[in-house]
């Protein structure tokens, strides 16, 4: 089996920072692409943040505000929010592309989601 496990979230007045982290541990034989989505009420999820060996892609609306990171050795990818705005406010979703132990395709998985809330 294989989880992605989310903390960080939170409460933040806006222009204030918030980190996410999103582990993933089990069965891995490799992660591959890991990234950030989000979905506010009402909305369709949206991607927010990617990074696949080593390069980054970032939505429009983050770019600059927003940092993707990632520690290979604790299987480990994080999104640092600076300058938050109250339209950042959402439901937060990691999402890892992994080849598990049992291999040999990739499969996509899904963190639980962390909200994240900016006040005006």
């Known amino acids: 089996q294989v989880q992605l496990v989310e903390s960080g979230g939170g409460l933040v007045q806006a222009g204030g920072s918030l980190r996410l982290s999103c582990a993933a541990s089990?069965?891995?034989?490799?992660?591959?692409?890991m990234g950030w989505y989000r979905q506010a009420p009402g909305k369709q999820r949206e991607l927010v943040a990617v990074i696949r060996s080593g390069s980054t892609n970032y939505a429009d609306s983050v770019k600059g505000r927003f940092t993707i990171s990632r520690d290979n050795a604790e299987n480990t990818v994080y999104l640092q929010m600076n300058s938050l705005k109250p339209e950042d406010t959402a439901v937060y979703y990691c999402?890892?592309?992994?080849?598990?132990?049992?291999?040999?395709?990739?499969?996509?998985?899904w963190g639980q989601g962390t909200q994240v809330t900016v006040s005006s």
């Open positions: 089990g069965s891995i034989f490799r992660l591959n692409a």
């Open positions: 999402n890892a592309d992994i080849t598990p132990a049992w291999g040999p395709k990739s499969v996509g998985y």
